[in-house]
C-alpha cells in the first residue's frame, strides 16, 4: 500500500510541476519589451516554478526548473545566431537560460531556514530573482561583450564620465546597468506577488 501510495504521490508532482512550467512559459509570453537587444517584463512567469520549490522541495524545484530553463532556450534559440564564436554559444546556453532559470529552483531551499514563512517567501523568491540577474550580468560582459555599443548606449541614457573609463570596466558597468533595467523590475513584482499570494492563499505554498 505504501509503495502504491509513494507512486501516486510521485506522479501527482510530475503533473503539477508540468502545470507549473507550462504556466510558467505562457506568461513568459506576456511580456512589456524594454530593452533594444533582449530583456523585457513578464507577467510573473517566474512565480509556478518558485511555488513547486516551496510545495516539494528543493530537488523537485530544481528539476521543474531545470525542465523550464530547456523549454526556454528552445524557444529563444534563434539568438545563438547572434553568438559569433563556439565559445560565446555555450555561454549563451549556460548563462542566459540554463543556469539563470534552474536558480529559481533554489528557492525553497533559502525559505526554509525562515522561521516566518512570509520573510521567508519574499527573502528567496528576490535572492533567485538576482542569481538570475547574476547569471544575465556575467553573459553581458562574457558573451555580449561590445564596447562600441556599450559606450553608445550608456552615454545616450546619460552616464556621465565613461569616456575616461577602460574597456573592460565600461563594459561591465553596461551589462550591470543594462540587465538591471527589466531584471530587478521584475524581480521586484516577482517578489511582490509571492508574499501577496501567500497571503491571500498560504495553502497553494505547502505540500497537499
Given at each position: 500500500?505504501?509503495?502504491?501510495?509513494?507512486?501516486?504521490?510521485?506522479?501527482?508532482?510530475?503533473?503539477?510541476?508540468?502545470?507549473?512550467?507550462?504556466?510558467?512559459?505562457?506568461?513568459?509570453?506576456?511580456?512589456?519589451?524594454?530593452?533594444?537587444?533582449?530583456?523585457?517584463?513578464?507577467?510573473?512567469s517566474?512565480?509556478?516554478?518558485?511555488?513547486?520549490?516551496?510545495?516539494?522541495?528543493?530537488?523537485?524545484?530544481?528539476l521543474?526548473?531545470?525542465?523550464?530553463?530547456?523549454?526556454?532556450?528552445?524557444?529563444?534559440?534563434?539568438?545563438?545566431?547572434?553568438?559569433?564564436?563556439?565559445?560565446?554559444?555555450?555561454?549563451?546556453?549556460?548563462?542566459?537560460?540554463?543556469?539563470?532559470?534552474?536558480?529559481?529552483g533554489?528557492a525553497?531551499?533559502?525559505?526554509?531556514?525562515?522561521?516566518?514563512?512570509?520573510?521567508?517567501?519574499?527573502?528567496?523568491?528576490?535572492?533567485?530573482?538576482?542569481?538570475r540577474?547574476?547569471?544575465?550580468?556575467?553573459?553581458?560582459?562574457?558573451?555580449?561583450?561590445?564596447?562600441?555599443?556599450?559606450?553608445?548606449?550608456?552615454?545616450?541614457?546619460?552616464?556621465?564620465?565613461?569616456?575616461?573609463?577602460?574597456?573592460?570596466?565600461?563594459?561591465?558597468?553596461?551589462?550591470?546597468?543594462?540587465?538591471?533595467?527589466?531584471?530587478?523590475?521584475?524581480?521586484?513584482?516577482?517578489?511582490?506577488?509571492?508574499?501577496?499570494?501567500?497571503k491571500?492563499?498560504?495553502?497553494?505554498?505547502?505540500?497537499?
Amino acid at each position: 500500500m505504501t509503495n502504491t501510495s509513494n507512486h501516486y504521490s510521485r506522479t501527482r508532482t510530475m503533473v503539477e510541476g508540468a502545470l507549473m512550467i507550462a504556466l510558467s512559459t505562457v506568461l513568459s509570453m506576456i511580456q512589456i519589451p524594454l530593452m533594444p537587444h533582449g530583456g523585457s517584463i513578464t507577467l510573473v512567469s517566474m512565480l509556478p516554478i518558485l511555488m513547486m520549490s516551496y510545495r516539494h522541495g528543493v530537488s523537485w524545484g530544481l528539476l521543474t526548473a531545470f525542465l523550464n530553463s530547456m523549454i526556454q532556450f528552445v524557444l529563444g534559440i534563434d539568438n545563438l545566431a547572434y553568438c559569433q564564436t563556439l565559445g560565446a554559444q555555450l555561454g549563451c546556453v549556460l548563462l542566459d537560460y540554463l543556469l539563470a532559470f534552474t536558480a529559481l529552483g533554489l528557492a525553497g531551499a533559502i525559505a526554509k531556514p525562515f522561521s516566518n514563512r512570509t520573510a521567508g517567501i519574499g527573502v528567496s523568491a528576490f535572492a533567485v530573482c538576482l542569481l538570475r540577474y547574476l547569471c544575465s550580468f556575467l553573459s553581458g560582459y562574457i558573451v555580449w561583450k561590445d564596447y562600441d555599443y556599450a559606450f553608445s548606449w550608456m552615454s545616450e541614457v546619460g552616464f556621465s564620465g565613461i569616456a575616461s573609463m577602460g574597456e573592460n570596466a565600461l563594459c561591465w558597468l553596461y551589462s550591470a546597468v543594462y540587465n538591471a533595467t527589466y531584471m530587478i523590475p521584475e524581480a521586484i513584482i516577482t517578489t511582490a506577488a509571492a508574499v501577496i499570494l501567500y497571503k491571500a492563499a498560504p495553502k497553494l505554498f505547502e505540500k497537499d
